[in-house]
Each structure stands twice: as structure tokens, then as C-alpha cells.
């Protein structure tokens, strides 16, 4: 399984479009080569290099199985109109919180999960709830990794 942006490729800079200094929007991000027997993608976005330790962008679960990706600018809903449900970022807010690092330059993970289930989890979901979640189901994982420096 791979995952991949318009926005970015694998290592280079993230756009400010998608971050804390710009429109704060989602990349779009596109998938393909699944694992048999997928009922549903998760998506974890992350900063290990925060200074307080890994800061969580963006959680979403639910994705459907049939789906190839996310659009540009996913809105900040707990559910989308295709079933795909997001929950809390580390901004303490639900849906995509773009890189906005303290100082240096950050990598930032955009991590697919392809799962053999359905999670039907609240808007309150943290990162460590749906990875929680998530035990026992992941078929398969890609990540892709951007980083950012704020100017």
C-alpha cells in the first residue's frame, strides 16, 4: 500500500497553503495497492519532533474501503457526507490542524491504516483511542512524511 500528495512528495517542504501560515487546510492525499479484505482506512497525522513530545494534526477513521484518497481542504466535521468520521487533534479541535511548529524544522507523518473493520468511534477520539481501536485490525500501513519550517 502507498500513500502520497499533490501538495508534497516523500521528505521535501509542506506547502504553507497547509499550514499555520497560510489557509491551514488539508493536502490532498491519494492511495493505492490496498490489502485484500479492507473494510476501512484510519488516518493518523503526527509531529515527533514537537518540543512536548509527538503532537497529533489530525485523526480519522471510517474512511470507506472503496475509497483513493482525501480532497484538499477535508472539512472540520466529525462526519463527512461518505461516512468518514475525524476526531480530536491535539489542537483540541476535530478535523486537520496544519504543522505550525515552535521553532526548526519539523517532519510531519501522514499515516494510513488499512483496516479489516468498522471503528464507529465518538468526536472526542484521540490518537491513542483509535490506535487502541485499531489493535488487531490493520491489513496493511503507508505513511508519507513532509516537513516545515515556519519564515
Given at each position: 500500500m502507498q500513500i502520497s500528495s499533490t501538495a508534497f512528495k516523500q521528505g521535501d517542504s509542506i506547502p504553507s497553503k497547509f499550514t499555520c501560515q497560510g489557509a491551514d487546510v488539508s493536502p490532498a492525499l491519494a492511495w493505492s495497492d490496498p490489502p485484500a479484505g479492507v473494510k476501512s482506512f484510519a488516518l493518523i497525522s503526527d509531529d515527533p519532533d514537537a518540543p512536548a513530545g509527538t503532537w497529533v494534526h489530525w485523526v480519522a477513521w471510517d474512511i470507506p474501503s472503496s475509497s483513493k484518497g482525501l480532497p484538499e481542504n477535508v472539512e472540520k466535521t466529525?462526519?463527512?457526507?461518505?461516512?468518514?468520521?475525524?476526531?480530536?487533534s491535539d489542537f483540541r479541535r476535530i478535523g486537520y490542524g496544519g504543522p505550525c511548529p515552535p521553532s526548526g524544522t519539523h517532519r510531519y507523518y501522514f499515516k494510513l491504516y488499512a483496516l479489516n473493520t468498522m471503528l464507529d468511534l465518538s468526536a472526542s477520539t484521540t490518537k491513542k483511542d483509535l490506535e487502541t481501536a485499531m489493535k488487531g485490525h490493520i491489513l496493511g500501513q503507508a505513511e508519507l512524511m513532509g516537513k516545515y519550517k515556519k519564515t
Open positions: 466529525h462526519q463527512l457526507k461518505d461516512g468518514t468520521r475525524q476526531g480530536t
